[in-house]
Nanobody, 123 residues
Framework: VQLQASGGGLVQAGDSLRLSCAASGTIYANDVVGWFRQAPGKEREFVAAVTWRNYKRIYADSVKGRFTIYRDAAKNTVDLQMGSLKPEDTAVYYC?????????????????WGQGTLVTVSS
């Protein structure tokens, strides 16, 4: 499966932004699709994930209540709606597919990665 992330840009603190991840190829029922981010000089970290089968959504504590992940099975897309953005949300955001279907916040369990889209939040 190939993943294409889009929607990044420059916004101000408090603004909203919606990222989209389009998958070409098959997303299987057991798959998990996740969003991760990597800020300059930092390790890549988990943001949110959604299970394909039953639409269970999981969030990192740092974004809970501000970000929402959506899955459209008909379009093979996973969007990340980001609200109340903060400068510390500045990062390259990546979408990825976890074929194992488990340990959804562990980036080592993700088999396929998109190219990333840059989000910059100014104060």
């Amino acid at each position: 499966v190939q993943l294409q992330a889009s929607g990044g840009g420059l916004v101000q603190a408090g603004d909203s932004l919606r990222l989209s991840c389009a998958a070409s190829g098959t997303i299987y029922a057991n798959d998990v699709v996740g969003w991760f981010r990597q800020a300059p000089g930092k390790e890549r970290e988990f943001v949110a994930a959604v299970t394909w089968r039953n639409y269970k959504r999981i969030y990192a504590d740092s974004v809970k209540g501000r970000f929402t992940i959506y899955r459209d099975a008909a379009k093979n897309t996973v969007d990340l709606q980001m609200g109340s953005l903060k400068p510390e949300d500045t990062a390259v955001y990546y979408c990825a597919v976890n074929r194992y279907g488990d340990d959804t916040s562990n980036l080592k369990r993700y088999n396929y990665w998109g190219q990333g889209t840059l989000v910059t939040v100014s104060s």
